[in-house]
């Protein structure tokens, strides 16, 4: 079992137990988990906050990012930024990595910028 959410401008609290959250085209704050199963964003902009017990955690960021919080503790995080961003972003995982895609070099468990 899994959800989508689109074209909204602000989503204060998706909680999933098991499956997979995704979340796209959202310009306002966003606040998503899953226990068992994957967290993915696409192209969010505002306060974004996503997090996973057990998975995968994503985000393409927008250029109206204010800040970012991606966590998951057996899983990885993945985050693409636009070119040009100005935002808080923490990061953090127990049992995976951090990918930043386009715009920052991180080699870590955990990140704060």
């Known amino acids: 079992m899994g959800g ?3 074209d909204c401008t602000r989503i204060d609290d998706v909680e999933l137990v098991n499956g997979d959250i995704s979340i796209s ?4 704050d966003v606040d998503a988990s899953s226990v068992n199963g ?8 505002g ?8 998975g995968t955690v994503s985000l393409q960021a927008t250029s109206d990012v204010k800040s970012i919080r991606l966590n998951s503790v ?8 636009p070119k040009k961003f100005d935002a808080s972003i923490q990061a953090g995982t127990v049992h995976g990595s ?3 895609v386009k715009g920052l070099d991180v080699d870590a468990t955990t990140f704060s910028g």
């Open 4 to 6: 989508r959410v689109l």
């Open 98 to 100: 951090i990918r930043a």
């Open 74 to 81: 057996n899983g990885g995080v993945v985050l693409v930024l």
């Open 47 to 54: 306060d974004v906050a996503l997090s996973a017990v057990n």
């Open 38 to 45: 994957t967290v993915e964003g696409e192209r969010l902009g």
């Open 25 to 28: 085209d959202v310009r306002g």
